[in-house]
């Protein structure tokens, strides 16, 4: 690969390098934020992952998952997916020439995912509920042979996204950052990064370990309420809800790994309201110059009020994860703005709507 892609660190993934399918994924920047850190009085960091080449961190868990599944001699491979899973899954697969069937919750993907789902050739399936009951059926296609399943319940994908935690260290000179906060859904991502930073520490490359902080929509949080109550696994989200669709999960997969890496980390859970996911969505947008898809945006609200209520000491290193492009969700982007003002092509009608007159 040119860049420096996340297979700077091949030899902590367990596949054959020889093989490896990839559209250089990872590398993904890490954008210091002092607007932002210096009025929350920490020193802030945004790991941008929709810099990826599908927009989201998915890439890393897929480049890994399909270059395992050529070493395998699969023909097909599926998903279900809130969208981000199947517009990677879609592209990785058309890149490998793999046949790709993905399943996804009626009318509850954001637009830009599905079209680049279809747009890559999967055969995109629109199931009648939600995310989880998706998942189920695929898992048991899947367990009857028919496809080779690429949902996070994939230990190769959690190999691939390992490497996000990988690049912090790498990123603030081999150091571990006091905390890394991320949006969490079916909780891959959270046990991914978790299993990087604690392989790097085993390692000897680190001699601290971040606290893994897990941000949930108030309305799709059943790994905030297992922490809360001390509990070490979840009680399943019948109908969960929220405008951060990529994140609407009522029944995590990796639920287990993500409370241990929560506990073990000596970090936190918190949940943020719909309103206060598109609040911080348009902040880091405005202040910041970083567009992301609501989801995401739950890791900079989470912030947000975990260090006003005090939960977040003041001067703590703090990584952000934010997850996916703005341009995957475009619909709930336009409509957190104004309407543009329609003018005349000449300098006056330009004049005047510039000064507001
Ligand atoms: C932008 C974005 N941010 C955060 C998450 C949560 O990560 P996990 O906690 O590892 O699930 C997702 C997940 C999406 C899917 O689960 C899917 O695409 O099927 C996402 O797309």
């Known amino acids: 690969c040119r860049k420096s892609t996340m297979w700077k660190y091949k030899e902590f993934m367990p596949v054959d390098p020889a093989g490896i399918v990839s559209l250089e994924e990872g590398g993904t920047p890490f954008c210091k934020c002092d607007k932002l850190g210096n009025e929350l009085g920490i020193e802030l960091y945004v790991k941008v992952e929709g810099s990826n080449p599908t927009g989201s961190f998915k890439d890393?868990?897929?480049?890994?998952?399909?270059t395992k599944a050529m070493e395998l001699g699969v023909d097909t491979v599926g998903c279900a997916s809130t969208g981000n899973t199947s517009a990677s899954l879609a592209a990785y697969a058309a890149r490998a020439g793999l046949k790709c069937v993905v399943l996804l919750p009626s009318g509850k993907v954001a637009l830009g995912k599905l079209a680049q789902a279809m747009f890559h050739g999967a055969q995109v399936l629109s199931v009648r509920g939600n995310f989880?009951?998706?998942l189920e059926a695929i898992t048991s296609l899947a367990l009857e042979g028919h496809l080779y399943l690429l949902n996070s319940i994939n230990p190769y994908r959690l190999e691939g996204q390992k490497s996000i935690g990988f690049e912090i260290v790498d990123d603030l000179s081999w150091k571990s950052p006091d905390r890394i906060i991320l949006p969490v859904g079916n909780a891959g991502n959270i046990s991914a990064i978790w299993k990087?930073?604690?392989?790097?520490?085993?390692?000897?490359?680190i001699d601290d370990l971040p606290r893994m902080t897990g941000i949930q929509a108030e309305g799709a949080a059943p790994i905030a309420h297992a922490i809360w109550e001390g509990l070490n696994d979840i009680e399943p989200v019948e109908n969960p809800e929220t405008v951060a669709t990529a994140i609407r999960i009522g029944a995590p997969v990796s639920s287990k790994k993500a409370i241990r890496?929560?506990?073990?980390?000596?970090?936190?859970a918190e949940t943020v309201s719909d309103e206060e996911i598109l609040s911080a969505q348009k902040l880091l947008a405005r202040t910041e110059g970083i567009g992301v898809e609501p989801a995401s945006a739950a890791s900079?609200?989470?912030l947000i009020k975990l260090v006003n209520s005090g939960k977040i000491d003041k001067g703590e290193q703090?990584?952000?994860?934010?997850t996916g492009h703005v341009l995957k969700d475009p619909n709930v982007a336009i409509n957190a703005c104004e309407e543009p003002i329609e003018i005349d092509p000449n300098i006056d009608s330009l004049l005047k709507a510039i000064k507001g007159d």
Request: glycine share 16%.
């Open 132 to 134: 989880d009951q998706a």
């Open 261 to 268: 890496a929560i506990t073990e980390s000596d970090g936190l």
């Open 318 to 322: 703090v990584v952000c994860v934010v």
């Open 196 to 205: 990087g930073v604690t392989e790097f520490h085993r390692a000897g490359f």
């Open 60 to 66: 890393r868990g897929m480049s890994v998952g399909i």
């Open 300 to 302: 900079i609200a989470g």
